[in-house]
């Protein structure tokens, strides 16, 4: 079976660098999206295409790839960043669609 | 407004059947391709069920094969999902995305929760 692989946490203080990673043999043939879910609320799409942001996310969040290795990277961490972070992916015609398990970054 | 709301969730006993919708509004429905993604209670997302636009391909991840029908009406801007023979193991937020091709799922509607307990 296939899976994608993430950190069950990270943890960084205000103003540093928070970088996630999210593993899987797929990653050098498809594209990685990364979604933000605060508590209570649905999944927000942070990037698309492995480094492409949609509107109205802030420029702190970028991501990037490496071999299969997707890496959510976001700068000058806030506050407001806290959030469960999942990665996904399309694994084949029969599974359009996979995310990793989620990490949970705690803002200290 | 560019919006996904979800209704027809609630508590089942294990073995009945429920059946969800999501009404879009917005934009072009008929034009998307729409999925129903899940969340257990404390757990992770995890993807149900796919149709593309002109219910041309439906897809559905194994666990729910056989006991799940997702549809659509593009003439009501509407997705649905028939859940049959429910389990307890279903229980959780289900989530209506649009999307989920090249472009990711770029609207996620605000979730409705399915409880199925004895």
């Known amino acids: 079976s296939y899976e994608l692989t993430q950190p069950p946490s990270v943890s960084v203080s205000p103003g540093q660098t928070a970088s996630i990673t999210c593993s899987g043999d797929?990653?050098?043939?498809?594209?990685m999206y990364w979604y933000q879910q605060k508590p209570g609320q649905a999944p927000v799409m942070v990037i698309y295409?492995?480094?492409e942001r949609p509107s109205g996310i802030p420029a702190r969040f970028s991501g990037s790839t490496s071999g299969t290795t997707a890496t959510l990277t976001i700068n000058g961490v806030q506050a407001e960043d806290e959030a469960d972070y999942y990665c996904?992916?399309?694994?084949?015609?029969?599974?359009?669609?996979?995310f990793g398990g989620g990490t949970k970054l705690t803002v200290l | 407004e560019v919006r996904l709301v979800e209704s027809g969730g609630g508590p089942v006993k294990p073995g009945e059947s429920l059946r969800l919708s999501c009404e879009a509004s917005?934009?072009?429905?008929?034009?998307?391709?729409m999925n129903w993604v899940r969340q257990a209670p404390g757990k992770g997302l995890e993807w149900v069920s796919s149709?593309?636009?002109?219910?041309?391909?439906?897809y559905y991840t194994d666990s729910v094969k056989g006991r799940f029908t997702i549809s659509r009406d593009n003439a009501k801007n509407s997705l649905y999902l028939q859940m049959d023979n429910l389990r307890v193991e279903d229980t959780a937020v289900f989530y209506c995305?649009?999307?989920?091709?090249?472009?990711?799922?770029?609207?996620w509607g605000q979730g409705t929760l399915v409880t199925v307990s004895s």
């Open positions: 995305v649009r999307g989920f091709g090249n472009d990711g799922g770029d609207l």
């Open positions: 917005g934009f072009s429905f008929s034009t998307f391709s």
């Open positions: 149709i593309t636009s002109k219910s041309s391909f439906i």
């Open positions: 797929v990653l050098p043939d498809k594209y």
């Open positions: 295409k492995d480094s």
């Open positions: 996904q992916s399309a694994i084949s015609r029969d599974i359009p669609v996979l």
